[in-house]
């Protein structure tokens, strides 16, 4: 009967138990109003700052302790990190305390901090780079700042892709090939590797000690040419079963194969070159009009970093929904690629794919009804049951029908 179909289609394909429900809804709530409050909270502070002259009572106190622009920079820039640091505090000790509460979380408060340091140290080091280098060319170029800076991006944006697992990840986690820990699972992984034609190097699959921290399970690509790798979560072992992480696997192979990383460096080119120019244009209008009155006189002094990170969270948080739209779509794609890449290795690729999700969904509290609005904006994958129910409808080896990107062997 036609309307019993459309009946069970409605049902979820991972329900969750009531009680869990009710915390996924709740969680859902709450990192949403973590988001968005987080960030208005920012803008709000960050303006009154501004108003309140801020900019050119720090610029002064760096005015002070030496005549040239290079060492005020070395004093300004730390100062302003450090204060959006502070201001971004609250939202992170909320989110950890949510995260904590709901289980999601089992890292201590004291090794919590321990990372917090960690993290501020690397921001204020990357951050003197990044502004320093930014004012530098809003002084020599005051016209074309924003093109040279969006020039300076790219290399910085390469070269930080291809250091991040060698240098930036290493400080917060422990990286061991997987290949030590567990042989016989790299085993399975080849077969998958092989079945998409690929040959993943076995000191490339790493294993991740995210049970320090988290219970949820996740895996990922990341690093770029001889950095390359994926990265499995160790509490994926302990979540998926055996067919569910092939799965996991696989969708992380497709990042890997289909060229997400590139992919994804290339289409932020194209993004920070119109945010960059959208910056250049509304700092010179906000100096123009408003510099008198906020202790700023130009744009590439030092009067203005607070009025630069203001803009950069408020661009930040527009661009938002950009880079998830595009997120969402190279996810979706590997998605179809873990499923197709697994078909033939498991007696049913379809029920292990969806089955890998239901987990999932169960162990990170996944809404199964996210507001569409905080899918759009803050969702940089789609969510867990429509992911499912996607799963559970694609079925290319139909007659008549091809996979999209790993052809069935013969006979399958
Ligand atoms: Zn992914």
Not at 103 to 110: A, Q, Y
Not at 172 to 198: I, M
Request: a neutral charge; hydrophobic letters at 50%.
């Amino acid at each position: 009967m036609p309307a019993d179909v459309t009946a069970f289609a409605a049902q979820p394909l991972c329900p969750l138990p009531p009680d869990k429900l009710r915390a996924a809804i709740e969680l859902g709530h709450w990192r949403a109003g973590l988001i968005f409050g987080g960030t208005a909270w920012l803008v709000l502070t960050l303006w009154l700052l501004v108003r309140l002259r801020a900019g050119a009572a720090i610029a002064r106190l760096a005015a002070g302790v030496s005549s040239r622009a290079g060492v005020q920079g070395l004093v300004a820039i730390p100062i302003w990190i450090l204060i959006l640091s502070a201001l971004e505090l609250p939202a992170s000790i909320l989110g950890h305390h949510v995260g904590l509460h709901y289980g999601l979380s089992v890292e201590k408060w004291p090794a919590w901090w321990v990372d917090w340091l960690e993290s501020t140290g690397l921001t204020l080091v990357l951050g003197v780079a990044v502004l320093g280098s930014l004012y530098g060319l809003i002084r020599w170029s005051p016209r074309r700042w924003w093109l040279w800076f969006w020039a300076f991006t790219l290399p910085v944006e390469v070269l930080l892709t291809f250091a991040a697992p060698l240098v930036i990840d290493p400080l917060f986690n422990h990286f061991t090939p997987l290949a030590q820990t567990d042989p016989a699972l790299v085993d399975q992984l080849e077969r998958v590797a092989a079945r998409g034609g690929l040959e993943i190097p076995r000191n490339r699959i790493f294993l991740m000690d995210a049970s320090r921290r988290a219970t949820g399970a996740n895996a990922y690509v990341t690093g770029l040419g001889a950095s390359k790798r994926i990265v499995v979560w160790d509490t994926t072992l302990k979540i998926e079963s055996p067919q569910e992480i092939l799965f996991t696997y696989g969708h992380e192979q497709g990042h890997y194969v289909l060229h997400h990383i590139p992919k994804g460096i290339a289409f932020s080119a194209v993004v920070f070159f119109v945010f960059y120019w959208i910056a250049f244009r509304v700092s010179g209008w906000l100096v123009r009009t408003r510099g008198e009155r906020w202790g700023i006189e130009s744009a590439g002094c030092w009067s203005s970093l607070g009025l630069a990170l203001l803009l950069a969270v408020v661009l930040n948080f527009l661009a938002q929904p950009i880079a998830n739209t595009f997120s969402r779509a190279v996810e979706h794609q590997a998605d179809v690629y873990g499923e197709e890449v697994i078909h033939g290795l498991v007696p049913d690729a379809q029920a292990a794919t969806v089955s890998s999700f239901c987990s999932d969904a169960v162990v990170w509290l996944d809404d199964p009804q996210p507001n569409r609005f905080v899918e759009f904006w803050t969702y940089s994958h789609p969510s867990t049951e429509e992911r499912a129910q996607f799963a559970a409808h694609y079925d290319p080896w139909l007659a008549g029908e091809h996979p999209r990107y790993v052809q069935s062997p013969g006979g399958l």
